[in-house]
């Protein structure tokens, strides 16, 4: 795995469009990429919890199509969103399609308090991190904060954590 820094990161996502690979593309091929990984070091998905943390950007859109290829490989997955999304989010559309579950814990749609998060994140068997990307700089504020210190506190219970990029809070 090569590791690159988040301004890296930009110029290869701005050489990919002039070579005629869209923003979409680079998305479904991330979060395609992403379940595989998964699967590869999990084993089969039947049956196994998962809690999605999705952010506003495409990180979150990396980690909703992540989402969506768990959930048909047999995965019940929760889509936990952590602040609102671009409106209309197609990606949160297709991933309902695809049978997850919503919480919807965004700017004044807060119909789960922490405590719920905090109850599925205890007993998932995998956690997926697409809150923060690359277009994120530190210090890192509430809701984040509040979800990002449960998961330091769950680190040593069973559940495998994958990142979308780098784990949200590490500075890249």
């Not at 004044?108 to 923060?132: E, M, Q, R, W």
Request: glycine share 10%.
């Amino acid at each position: 795995m090569k590791i690159v820094s988040s301004h890296q990161m930009r110029d290869l996502e701005a050489r990919s469009e002039t070579l005629g690979i869209s923003t979409n593309e680079l998305m479904n091929n991330a979060g395609f990429s992403i379940a595989s990984h998964i699967a590869k070091n999990m084993g089969p998905m039947k049956g196994l919890r998962v809690v999605s943390l999705v952010g506003t950007g495409n990180n979150g859109s990396d980690c909703l199509i992540a989402s969506g290829h768990l959930a048909k490989w047999g995965a019940t997955v929760t889509a936990v969103i952590l602040k609102p999304r671009p409106e209309p989010d197609l990606r949160r559309q297709e991933t309902l399609e695809k049978g997850i579950s919503f919480i919807d814990i965004s700017e004044g749609k807060g119909n789960c308090a922490f405590s719920s998060i905090h109850s599925l994140l205890i007993n998932a068997h995998i956690i997926v991190d697409g809150i923060l990307g690359i277009g994120t700089s530190l210090p890192i504020r509430d809701p984040f904060k509040t979800v990002l210190s449960d998961i330091r506190a769950l680190h040593e219970k069973k559940a495998k954590y994958f990142s979308v990029d780098v784990p949200s809070g590490v500075d890249s």
